[in-house]
């Protein structure tokens, strides 16, 4: 099992606990270099303080040999594998300071003591998070939270199953994240409170995470998630993702920033926080999967609203068109399908409906396999039957401005495999509705204005 140990200052407090001298007035400098903030990058500092850095080691490390009580985060360790009871591979990260390098690197020597652990390990190019500081509290949020999930999702890789997060140590502000972080991912996070003979493991709440949210507005989380500023979107491009209402955009995007989901940087430049970014991340990772399936037609819990959405649409044909036409769901093709098939036999027009969540369009999906695939079977089996390819999709908002160059491109690619008319349409409305689908509901787009 990983586990992921975020290291702080309870090592110095404890041996100061028993003695002060020399080591006290070190440690009492570094502490206010700490907390007022570093002049220089810390590999600098840290070559520039090796003297009293070494007085320091020297005397904690002599003292810390064989005490399973003289750091928090060796006790807490002890205590998780007797919990466990199987072999650990330590992860030790530290923050952007002196004395949390020069605690991890007397930690690590420790560590690799017990025969408990199988590994230690501590790589300064990755595991001293940058920007994980008390005196920035701007760099703090905008770098070290972003750096630390990056790390965590490094060392996590795709076993959470067979990782930990013991928060004992490390700066308080950082339990939070790692607590959802824990939450989101089912891994279990623990901790032991000073004095306390008990490690506690948090457990998880009987809760889940809304990711309506992300898939309602994939673009813009999308769009917010650059790893470079240069790259991100100015907060008036980024409104379009919202609404085609740029008032109704502005007051959805600070709702998103109240929640701490998309936060405002130099230039106006629209970014995800640390919170959206592991939501984002999140569901692009365990949803991808359910994506496929949905494409597939296999069933999934994932695909539910998507069939919901397909019935309400059939409903709406079979009640508002005349009888002497033929509707289909979910009509087979081979190795393809139609979400919906309308045959009109005295006019000679078959109609190709698809239904999509306008959050997610997934474009490539319908180029691949609804236009290249599904397409040419149509007009295979219907010879001599005029074509319709006809898109629906459905929203709570009207947000399609920004999609409308991708909507083209799919419209002119279904007339080049076939296609005599290729349509938009945009349904307007909640999608976990029990209210059938009117006509007012539905406006066509006009993609001759792109």
């Not at 984002?280 to 949905?294: D, G």
Request: proline share 3%; with cysteine; charged share 25%.
């Amino acid at each position: 099992m990983k586990v992921i140990t975020p290291v702080g200052a309870s090592l110095f407090e404890n041996y100061l606990k028993e003695g002060n001298g020399q080591v006290g007035s070190l440690y009492s400098k570094f502490r206010k270099m700490q907390d007022d903030g570093l002049e220089k990058p810390l590999s600098e500092e840290w070559e520039e303080w090796q003297p009293q850095i070494e007085v320091i080691r020297k005397k904690i490390q002599a003292w810390l040999r064989g005490r399973k009580n003289a750091a928090a985060e060796i006790y807490s360790l002890l205590k998780l594998h007797q919990r466990v009871n199987c072999p650990l591979q330590i992860y030790l990260l530290a923050s952007e300071t002196i004395l949390s390098r020069l605690a991890v690197e007397m930690l690590l020597a420790e560590l690799q003591q017990y025969q408990q652990f199988t590994s230690v390990n501590f790589d300064p190019q990755k595991d001293i998070i940058a920007g994980l500081q008390v005196a920035n509290a701007s760099d703090f949020k905008e770098q070290g939270m972003l750096n630390l999930m990056n790390r965590v999702n490094e060392i996590v890789g795709n076993s959470p199953k067979k990782a930990a997060i013991n928060m004992t140590g490390g700066f308080k502000a950082v339990v939070p994240f790692l607590a959802i972080y824990g939450q989101l991912y089912d891994i279990p996070t623990y901790y032991i409170f000073e004095n306390a003979e008990e490690l506690i493991q948090i457990p998880q709440l009987p809760i889940n995470f809304d990711f309506s949210l992300v898939e309602d507005y994939y673009t813009a989380f999308e769009d917010a998630n650059k790893d470079e500023a240069r790259n991100l979107k100015t907060r008036a491009e980024f409104l379009i993702n919202l609404d085609n209402d740029p008032g109704e955009a502005d007051k959805l995007l600070q709702d998103f920033i109240n929640r701490q989901l998309f936060q405002t940087l130099e230039d106006e430049k629209i970014a995800l926080t640390v919170y959206g970014k592991l939501l984002f991340n999140y569901f692009k990772r365990n949803y991808s999967r359910k994506i496929e399936l949905e494409s597939e037609k296999k069933p999934d819990s994932g695909n539910l609203v998507g069939e919901f959405m397909e019935l309400k649409l059939y409903e709406f044909f079979m009640t508002t068109r005349t009888k002497d036409l033929e509707i289909y769901h979910s009509r087979k093709f081979g190795d393809y399908e139609a979400d919906i098939l309308i045959v009109n036999s005295l006019s000679g027009i078959v109609e190709v409906i698809e239904c999509k969540s306008g959050g997610r369009i997934q474009f490539d999906n319908i180029r691949e396999k609804k236009i290249k695939g599904l397409l040419p079977k149509v007009k295979e089996k219907y010879n001599g039957y005029e074509v319709h390819f006809l898109v629906y999709c459905y929203h709570h908002r009207n947000n399609w401005m920004h999609l409308k160059a991708k909507m083209k491109e799919c419209a002119d690619l279904a007339i080049k495999y076939g296609a005599n008319r290729a349509d938009w349409y945009w349904i307007l409305g909640e999608k976990y509705s029990t209210q059938k689908i009117s006509k007012n509901q539905i406006n066509r787009i006009d993609l001759q204005e792109v």
